[in-house]
């Protein structure tokens, strides 16, 4: 008998579960706050308490649990390491205590490595079995699937691709995700409207910079500014040169970019593409590569960690997910 799977989404501001079946076909779901302010005893409270919702009335139905988290964490281990929006998790087995509690094996994956699982299995990437996944938003993540395989590292805590170096002005030493995040976006647009660049942005925070953000900023270029239009390529640019390393190392079939700064389009997909052209090695890694959004919005995450546990923790191959049970 082909079996379920529980899926948890561990976010800063939300809690989120679901129950699919064996081909990730989606049974039940439930969501709550994450409270992440009332400390680390609370939000377990709730992690256990939103996997009872969509547990089934026997627990033999279910195969696993797969837990997307915030990174740093370790995969190998169901440790959390520290998470910048969860208050108070400093090393937090997680894994081992929703095993304790539940009877059942858990894994755990960083929410980038898992939307790489998710949009390979239902998404952008189906059929692919080599892909790269990346996410823009208030940083930069990303997972990678070599031949039909997560990769993870001996600890779990490979494939950053936000945080490959660069020199930045006066020999600074940043990284992709400092200098091309929303945050940095943000901070660009700041520094030009303090400048006195002429803009509609100033209009679209009532004057004052500090409330100008990243989704701010995408809301003008979609209307021609022309700083948003600049600002949004030259992240563009930064992060096309972080898919060359990317292509470099791992030569994927595809690329898959998603996040909330993705959502502004081809105003920073076609800096990207343009960048990876001009810069990559040789025309043989741009042969048959395909550069797309990601498919699945919102429930990347969940979907994402039912394909953990789907394909025990990312060691099997995608390929074999309606197999697995």
Not at 70 to 87: E, Q, W
């Amino acid at each position: 008998m082909k079996k379920e799977i529980i899926a948890i989404d561990l976010g800063g501001t939300q809690l989120r579960a679901a129950r699919y079946d064996a081909t990730l076909n989606l049974l039940a779901r439930e969501h709550m706050p994450t409270g992440a302010d009332d400390g680390l005893a609370a939000v377990l409270a709730r992690i256990k308490a939103i996997i009872s919702l969509v547990m089934p009335a026997s627990r033999d139905q279910v195969d696993s649990i797969g837990i997307s988290a915030p990174g740093p964490l370790n995969s190998k281990t169901g440790v959390i390491v520290s998470p910048p929006n969860l208050p108070g998790w400093h090393h937090v087995p997680l894994g081992a205590i929703i095993e304790a509690a539940f009877g059942l094996p858990v894994y755990i994956g960083n929410d980038a490595n898992v939307a790489a699982l998710a949009e390979a299995s239902q998404g952008a990437a189906q059929g692919c079995r080599h892909v790269c996944y990346i996410t823009v938003s208030t940083g930069i993540g990303s997972g990678i699937i070599c031949d039909g395989r997560l990769v993870t590292g001996q600890a779990g805590l490979a494939a950053e691709l936000g945080h490959i170096p660069i020199i930045v002005a006066a020999g600074k030493v940043s990284s992709i995700e400092k200098e091309a995040a929303g945050p940095a976006i943000a901070r660009r647009a700041r520094q030009a409207l303090i400048a006195g660049d002429h803009t509609a942005m100033l209009a679209m925070v009532a004057g004052d910079p500090q409330q100008l953000d990243a989704r701010v900023v995408g809301a003008a270029a979609r209307h021609g500014d022309r700083l948003a239009i600049d600002l949004l390529a030259e992240a563009g640019r930064i992060i096309g040169l972080g898919i060359v390393t990317a292509l470099h190392l791992f030569n994927p079939q595809i690329i898959v970019i998603g996040g909330g700064v993705s959502k502004t389009g081809e105003l920073l997909f076609a800096p990207i593409r343009q960048t990876v052209r001009d810069h990559a090695l040789d025309s043989a890694f741009l042969g048959g590569l395909r550069i797309e959004a990601a498919a699945l919005g919102d429930d990347v995450a969940l979907v994402g960690a039912a394909a953990l546990a789907a394909t025990q923790g990312g060691d099997m191959d995608i390929g074999e997910l309606d197999q697995r049970f």
